[in-house]
Structures are given as structure tokens and as C-alpha cells.
């Protein structure tokens, strides 16, 4: 609104549309933050705000440590590769010379196994006493066969292998445990049977005693006993059967042999 003054010397007076009143604007200001709901939710709006800022730096924390470890991790892979390589080839080798080692060494055990087995059996035959027949009955073993570790502990490790490492990893533990069963002495032991006649019941029982008195065999079982007739006379037919054994140390002795070459 314009307002002109038609009287001379009059004052001129200037009206304001709002006037501004500093106590009743901190009235009303105090009066507002009486309401408890806005109080409320001033507060959130401000608790909010400093979550999402404080997760925001935290994230961002954990994120260079993250880039960090995978950068050191892939240095330390990228380094490390060649000498991870060289040990796996390293591990091959001595597993292929082990299993050599192992082959060589039942070879060299089962040398002389018949060899005692006939002369134990030979120092135990009692008078009145003669053999039919002596025979392998267990199964044929050979370094070539598949010789495993038939213990629980064996199976146990061979499952595992597989459950965990695949067959790659299965292969390589059953190789080991047949390398394993022939250092033990596994395809060593093996089953006979011993066919045999006698004119005496009491000769049948001291050969049984002098076969476990060898350290060679053990677990002689008499299996059948009949009645026969042998060149026009009455004999025992006996049947045994028996388990070789390897020795201790101890109870061997070995002697170097020179043959004298012309």
C-alpha cells in the first residue's frame, strides 16, 4: 500500500506490515520443545544419521584391511608357487623311491621263505613218522599285486583320503599303504598245508610241537586224522595246517659265504 502525504510539513511515518517480537519467537520456541514427540523424533533423526556415518567409516575400514591381506596374499602365492612346485615334485620322488625301496625289500624277504619253511618241517618229523605233500594255501602275493593295508587304521586313512582329497589323493595313500604293508612284512606271512601219514598217534603230537617250536612257523592246527591203509598196512592219515612267521632279529644269525672261484 502506498501512502502520499498531501500536508505540507508533516512528518513522514513508515507502517510496517509485520512487526518482529524477539520474546514471542522464544515463547513459541519453547513451546514447541515441550512436545515430547518431536523431541523424539529430532533425536532418531540425528542418531540415525550418525549410525549410517559411523557404519559408512567402518565398512571403509574393513575394506582397505581387506584389499590389503589380498594383495599381501596374492604376492605371497605368486612367490611362493615355484617353491610349492619343487616340493610336489620333491614328494613324488621320494614316494616313487619309497615304494622301490619297499618292493626290494619284500623281494629280499620272501628269498628264503620255503627254504626255512622245508628245513623246519624236516627237523620236526618225528621216526615213524613221513609227509604226503606240503602246499601254499593263502594267496599267491607278488610285489606286482595290489598289497593294501587291511588294518582298520589302514582302511580308515584310505576313506578319508578320498572323502577329502579325491582320487588323485586316494591313489597316492593306497600306494603308500601298500608300500607300507611291504615294510611291514604283510605279503610275508602265508598259509600251508601239510599232508603227512604215521604209525604212531603220540609222533603226530610231537611233530606239532616241534612245528611251533620253529621260528618260522606258527599255528599248527591238525585239521583231519583218518585211518588209512598204506602197503597192506593200518596208518594215520593226518592233515596240518600252519602259518609262517618272521623271526626276531635276535633268533638269525648270518654268515658271510666266499666260494673260492678257479
Known amino acids: 500500500?502506498?501512502?502520499?502525504?498531501?500536508?505540507?510539513?508533516?512528518?513522514?511515518?513508515?507502517?510496517?506490515?509485520?512487526?518482529?517480537?524477539?520474546?514471542?519467537?522464544?515463547?513459541?520456541?519453547?513451546?514447541?520443545?515441550?512436545?515430547?514427540?518431536?523431541?523424539?523424533?529430532?533425536?532418531?533423526?540425528?542418531?540415525?544419521?550418525?549410525?549410517?556415518?559411523?557404519?559408512?567409516?567402518?565398512?571403509?575400514?574393513?575394506?582397505?584391511?581387506?584389499?590389503?591381506?589380498?594383495?599381501?596374499?596374492?604376492?605371497?602365492?605368486?612367490?611362493?608357487?615355484?617353491?610349492?612346485?619343487?616340493?610336489?615334485?620333491?614328494?613324488?620322488?621320494?614316494?616313487?623311491?619309497?615304494?622301490?625301496?619297499?618292493?626290494?625289500?619284500?623281494?629280499?624277504?620272501?628269498?628264503?621263505?620255503?627254504?626255512?619253511?622245508?628245513?623246519?618241517?624236516?627237523?620236526?618229523?618225528?621216526?615213524?613218522?613221513?609227509?604226503?605233500?606240503?602246499?601254499?594255501?593263502?594267496?599267491?602275493?607278488?610285489?606286482?599285486?595290489?598289497?593294501?593295508?587291511?588294518?582298520?587304521?589302514?582302511?580308515?586313512?584310505l576313506d578319508s583320503a578320498k572323502k577329502t582329497g579325491g582320487m588323485k589323493q586316494a591313489s597316492a595313500a593306497a600306494r603308500k599303504a601298500r608300500a607300507d604293508s611291504l615294510f611291514n612284512g604283510v605279503a610275508n606271512t602265508m598259509t600251508f598245508r601239510i599232508v603227512g601219514q604215521t604209525v604212531d598217534v603220540q609222533a603226530l603230537t610231537q611233530f606239532m610241537k616241534n612245528l611251533e617250536a620253529s621260528p618260522f612257523i606258527k599255528n599248527v592246527q591238525l585239521t583231519r586224522s583218518d585211518l588209512v591203509t598204506a602197503e597192506g598196512k593200518e596208518v594215520t592219515e593226518f592233515q596240518l595246517e600252519a602259518q609262517t612267521e618272521v623271526p626276531p632279529a635276535h633268533a638269525l644269525q648270518t654268515v658271510p659265504l666266499s666260494i673260492a672261484v678257479r
Open 1 to 157: 500500500m502506498i501512502e502520499i502525504n498531501l500536508l505540507p510539513g508533516a512528518k513522514r511515518t513508515t507502517r510496517r506490515g509485520v512487526d518482529f517480537a524477539p520474546g514471542a519467537a522464544i515463547a513459541s520456541l519453547g513451546a514447541n520443545l515441550k512436545d515430547k514427540y518431536l523431541i523424539f523424533a529430532a533425536a532418531g533423526v540425528v542418531l540415525g544419521l550418525g549410525g549410517i556415518a559411523g557404519m559408512y567409516l567402518f565398512q571403509a575400514r574393513q575394506q582397505s584391511a581387506v584389499d590389503t591381506r589380498e594383495s599381501a596374499a596374492a604376492t605371497d602365492s605368486a612367490r611362493f608357487a615355484a617353491v610349492l612346485t619343487a616340493r610336489s615334485h620333491a614328494e613324488t620322488a621320494r614316494d616313487s623311491v619309497y615304494q622301490q625301496l619297499a618292493i626290494i625289500k619284500s623281494i629280499d624277504d620272501t628269498r628264503y621263505t620255503w627254504p626255512h619253511i622245508l628245513e623246519a618241517v624236516n627237523l620236526a618229523v618225528p621216526q615213524y613218522t613221513w609227509l604226503v605233500s606240503i602246499a601254499q594255501t593263502s594267496a599267491v602275493t607278488t610285489t606286482a599285486g595290489t598289497i593294501g593295508d587291511t588294518s582298520a587304521a589302514g582302511k580308515a586313512k
